[in-house]
């Protein structure tokens, strides 16, 4: 029996476009003209959150449902590669979108954006305490 089977992949997708979306979020508004390459159209960013909100989800209840016994099932691949299991095609799902995440967190870090993931990893800031004002 595998402990980690397609319930936890899709709870484990879910946690990964959670992240992609904060990345997505953090962008700001009129950031999001911003090209690497000229030739490429741009995308309001509500368009793009309220995309990865919708398809992550049906993307993550659609893995969320395939059977474990059909998830174990060997793909033969193409040109004699060795063959996959199904649950391993969707766990490339998952890891393919961790990269793309990774190149979105490169361009925050153009635009002077520090990524969540860093910023929740920092220590809260020390204030130092108000002196007393007597009057």
């Given at each position: 029996?595998?402990?980690?089977?397609?319930?936890?992949?899709?709870?484990?997708?879910?946690?990964?476009?959670?992240?992609?979306?904060?990345?997505?979020?953090?962008?700001?508004?009129?950031?999001?003209?911003?090209?690497?390459?000229?030739?490429?159209?741009?995308?309001?960013?509500?368009?793009?959150?309220?995309?990865?909100?919708?398809?992550?989800?049906?993307?993550?209840?659609?893995?969320?449902?395939?059977?474990?016994?059909?998830?174990?099932?060997l793909v033969?691949?193409?040109?004699?590669?060795?063959?996959?299991?199904?649950?391993?095609?969707?766990?490339?799902?998952?890891?393919?979108?961790?990269?793309?995440?990774?190149?979105?967190?490169?361009?925050?870090?153009?635009?002077?954006?520090?990524?969540?993931?860093?910023?929740?990893?920092?220590?809260a800031p020390?204030?130092?305490?108000?002196?007393a004002v007597?009057?």
């Open positions: 029996m595998n402990p980690y089977g397609t319930p936890q992949l899709a709870s484990a997708m879910r946690t990964v476009r959670k992240n992609t979306i904060l990345v997505a979020e953090d962008i700001p508004e009129e950031s999001y003209g911003y090209r690497v390459t000229p030739d490429r159209l741009p995308y309001s960013k509500a368009q793009i959150v309220n995309l990865l909100r919708a398809e992550g989800e049906k993307w993550a209840e659609f893995v969320e449902r395939i059977p474990q016994s059909q998830a174990d099932e033969t691949m193409p040109n004699g590669a060795p063959s996959k299991s199904r649950f391993e095609m969707l766990q490339g799902t998952k890891e393919h979108e961790m990269h793309h995440r990774a190149q979105l967190m490169v361009v925050e870090r153009l635009l002077g954006v520090v990524p969540h993931l860093t910023r929740n990893r920092r220590p020390v204030v130092a305490p108000v002196a007597a009057h």
